[in-house]
């Protein structure tokens, strides 16, 4: 099966500018993640869709980061403006909640990431 | 709140050494525990689970045992090849699609 797919990946921005992330998660998957992984720090979750609602938001910096799920499938995390402490791993990650295989346990499947870097 | 604390690297190991990363956490309710795996340049991927106490999950030559006691979920593998150089997180989830990560620790395994 195909994987998550997340673009770009690799992109390298000015300060106050912005910058779009797309994803497009294993086919079915209800849920769908966005973290932020900073160097040397494990992913934080910054919002969690169930189909194209928000389950939760609650560490997203909603002043300048925003995301939406249209249709329930591709997702776009934006950032604007940009600041320099938003250099980070964008990580898109999906799940299926209907996957009973480990006894309700919800595994994560991650794409590769996009690398962000604010000068 | 919940929360993981893993073992600080990095860690270097020979071929065929004998690898133990260490992982406890911090949780309310009654979680399930993971170990993921970033090779370079790849995304996290699934390495082993438990879902209760005293599971043992296991992947690929690695273990760890759910530890309700000490809470922890200790990574461990009898010999470690070059190719198992990467950065492992441990994890907890408490309800269905809320993970909580440690800061990871990168293994590099030298020939």
């Known amino acids: 099966e195909a994987g998550v797919a997340q673009s770009p990946r690799y992109k390298i921005i000015e300060k106050r500018q912005s910058v779009a992330f797309w994803c497009n998660p294993i086919s079915g998957h209800a849920t769908l993640y966005w973290y932020q992984q900073i160097l040397g720090q494990g992913p934080k979750l910054l919002i969690q869709f169930q189909n194209n609602g928000v389950v939760d938001d609650s560490q997203l910096p909603k002043d300048r980061f925003s995301a939406e799920r249209l249709k329930g499938v591709d997702s776009t995390l934006k950032i604007q403006p940009a600041k320099l402490e938003d250099s980070a791993v964008y990580l898109c990650a999906s799940s299926d909640l209907r996957d009973k295989t480990f006894s309700g346990a919800n595994v994560l499947t991650f794409g590769a990431g996009s690398r962000l870097t604010v000068l | 709140g919940n929360s993981v604390t893993q073992m600080e690297g990095p860690v270097t190991l020979s071929e065929e050494a004998f690898l133990t990363i260490n992982c406890t956490y911090t949780a309310t309710g009654y979680p399930s525990l993971f170990w993921y795996v970033q090779y370079p340049g790849e995304g996290l991927q699934l390495l082993l689970k438990?879902?209760?106490?005293?599971d043992k999950g296991s992947n690929k030559g690695f273990e760890a045992t759910y530890r309700k006691e000490t809470t922890s979920f200790h990574l461990e593998k009898g010999s470690v090849q070059v190719s198992d150089s990467a950065v492992y997180f441990c994890?907890?989830?408490?309800?269905?699609?809320?993970?909580?990560f440690g800061d990871g620790t990168t293994l590099t395994v030298k020939p």
């Open positions: 438990a879902t209760k106490a005293d």
């Open positions: 994890a907890l989830l408490v309800w269905a699609g809320k993970s909580t």
